[in-house]
């Protein structure tokens, strides 16, 4: 089983192509897209952790998320309404979550923060909001789909990006 992280998906979200410069022409060639990113890198078993701002005025988050890849969390946004919190799909809903992956100790929200716990002791922060454009301070991650082919990474792929 592998671990996944991602963020800012804004599925249904029409101004988020504007917002965030996607190369989408239109919200369902957006969405349909990120649907089949996330399902060709995450397999059935894996875990993925989302953390935040899943969908954005979308009409049938429950049949979405049902149809992703994965067992997964949601880490909640400054987007994530009720609607999408209390979907039956997610097998946690949290505003912040501390775990280890690989051996590494992981503090996730949706927001950077410029300090967090065991931060001296090589915890690292993995976030999203900033949608790439956010300078990351050492051992800090930006998950969000903006920064990542609009798909979710491994924590290999976010520790290759730095030396």
């Known amino acids: 089983m592998a671990v996944f992280f991602t963020a800012d998906t804004h599925f249904g979200h029409a101004a988020a192509r504007a917002f965030y ?28 952790w989302h953390l935040g701002d899943f969908a954005v005025r979308h009409k049938a988050p429950g049949p979405l998320l049902d149809g992703l890849h994965g067992r997964k969390h949601l880490i909640t946004g400054n987007n994530d309404p009720a609607a999408v ?5 997610w097998a946690s809903v949290a505003p912040y979550m501390e775990l280890e992956v690989d051996g590494a100790r992981l503090v996730l929200c949706h927001y950077a923060f410029r300090t967090w716990r065991d931060m001296a002791r090589g915890a690292q922060n993995l976030h999203g909001h900033s949608h790439g454009r956010l300078h990351p301070q050492a051992r800090q991650y930006d998950v969000g789909v903006d920064a990542w082919d609009f798909r979710p990474v491994t924590l290999a792929e976010l520790k290759g990006t730095r030396r």
Do not use: I, Q, S
């Open 85 to 89: 919190t209390a979907l039956p799909g």
């Open 21 to 48: 410069r996607r190369p989408f022409a239109t919200v369902a060639e957006m969405d349909a897209a990120m649907v089949a990113r996330w399902n060709a890198a995450v397999a059935p078993g894996d875990e993925v």
